[in-house]
């Protein structure tokens, strides 16, 4: 099992305030190509379908996944869900194309009362209402009618888990940033870095979104201001 590492609350609190946007340019800008950390195709399904300001930030707490008919692969000591520990955020990786889900509503509650963050699922949810009536945050790929045990099953915890949309690998304690635009992985050795680039470029942009406002053109606006 992986060992997370540790980031200062001060850092997580500073990361809140940026969108998942703001945090890919800063990871391009630091040279994580050619995604800049982003998870493709992964939705806010709750507490609305990608509506509202919900944004979750924490380290991630990984769960890998197989077919229900892989006998093979090793199985938790214990049930994922129990598992994750507070103020983290649930990461789970499916084999690809199941159509059934991975994480249902009973599965929100627990989460919830133990203080996880919120969910990003490589696969799919199901009883949308269930998680929409407890306003938990879920991101996944798609929905489905379908139960996670009939398909799939929980293999491993805390490992190094690659999404299927993406290049991008999730390393348990990396941290993730996921809102109404998407979802973010940042390397854990790179956040104090994305914290200052965010903070230096979005004074950039807010001065350049208050420009254009006022009728000023994008050219002479960038060169102003972005120095392009």
Known sequence: MSVAVAVAAATLNALKQFSSCEIADALLKLGQRPWGGYIPDI???????????????????TVKMVERSNTTA??????????????SVMVISAPKDVKGACWGGLMSARAKAKNV????IDGRVRDLREHRSMEYPVFAKSHST???NAFVRPSELQVPITMSTSPVVVTPGDIIVADLDGVICIPVNLVEDVVQSCTKYVAIDDKCMEA????????????KYRGT
């Open 74 to 87: 090793p199985s938790p000591p214990e049930h994922f869900a129990d598992a994750a520990p507070e103020n």
């Open 43 to 61: 939705e806010m399904w709750s507490p609305r379908y990608c509506d509202g300001d919900t944004r979750i930030v924490g380290p991630a707490f």
């Open 117 to 120: 963050k919120g969910v990003v």
């Open 146 to 148: 379908l139960p996670q």
């Open 212 to 223: 254009l406002q006022q009728g000023y053109g994008v050219k002479e606006t960038f060169a």
